[in-house]
């Protein structure tokens, strides 16, 4: 069966910006705001996101990458976990954190996410940002920005491309 495209490039493009405006508009400008990224592909986000809200409001936001490997509650069935850094440089007390991630299914990898954040510190408040919302949640978690909803049948892989890994942007959904 063939691959079907969600989003193209342009499209990506399009559903960054609107992120980055509904990030703005809801925290009403930028100030207390820190980036954080999940690896691997939400780093790319955060990255976009800062750069995209610096045009827009003159103001260049901390971002920060999140390794969530050891939080993972599947960790001890994986053969071989490999721990990647955590470089979080900024303060993550009392500040809104906006959390981003590629594609948010389950909620797990979310969960762990928010338990890494809280061992550093005590945000004022946490927000996640995702790309691709897949729904089917294990967990009563869910994005504050979604750039897309698509509820992926089970044979069914999103994935999210992006041009600083992987040559190109697009959103694609695989079907086995």
Same mark, same amino acid.
């Given at each position: 069966?063939?691959?079907?495209?969600?989003?193209?490039?342009?499209?990506?493009?399009?559903?960054?910006?609107?992120?980055?405006?509904?990030?703005?508009?809801?925290?009403?400008?930028?100030?207390?705001?820190?980036?954080?990224?999940?690896?691997?592909?939400?780093?790319?986000?955060?990255?976009?996101?800062?750069? %995209?809200?610096? @045009? &827009?409001? *003159? =103001?260049?936001? #901390?971002?920060?990458?999140? +390794?969530? !490997?050891?939080?993972?509650? $599947?960790?001890?069935?994986? %053969?071989?976990? @490999? &721990?990647? *850094? =955590?470089?979080? #440089?900024?303060?993550?007390? +009392?500040? !809104?954190?906006?959390?981003? $991630?590629?594609?948010?299914?389950?909620?797990?990898?979310?969960?762990?996410?928010?338990?890494?954040?809280?061992?550093?510190?005590?945000?004022?408040?946490?927000?996640?940002?995702?790309?691709?919302?897949?729904?089917?949640?294990?967990?009563?978690?869910?994005?504050?920005?979604?750039?897309?909803?698509?509820?992926?049948?089970?044979?069914?892989?999103?994935?999210?491309?992006?041009?600083?890994?992987?040559?190109?942007?697009?959103?694609?959904?695989?079907?086995?």
């Amino acid at each position: 069966m063939k691959n079907k495209v969600l989003l193209d490039k342009k499209a990506v493009e399009r559903t960054v910006t609107r992120m980055t405006h509904e990030i703005l508009e809801k925290n009403q400008g930028c100030a207390s705001l820190s980036l954080i990224g999940i690896r691997t592909r939400g780093i790319y986000l955060a990255n976009r996101l800062q750069k %995209k809200i610096e @045009v &827009i409001e *003159k =103001t260049t936001l #901390p971002v920060g990458i999140l +390794d969530i !490997t050891m939080y993972r509650d $599947d960790i001890s069935t994986l %053969k071989s976990p @490999v &721990i990647k *850094k =955590t470089d979080i #440089p900024f303060d993550v007390n +009392d500040g !809104t954190i906006i959390l981003i $991630d590629d594609v948010m299914h389950t909620g797990r990898t979310t969960r762990a996410a928010i338990d890494a954040i809280m061992d550093l510190g005590r945000p004022r408040k946490i927000q996640l940002a995702v790309l691709v919302d897949r729904g089917d949640r294990e967990l009563p978690i869910h994005p504050d920005y979604a750039g897309i909803r698509y509820e992926a049948n089970p044979e069914e892989e999103v994935l999210v491309r992006l041009h600083e890994v992987d040559g190109k942007d697009e959103v694609v959904i695989v079907r086995s």
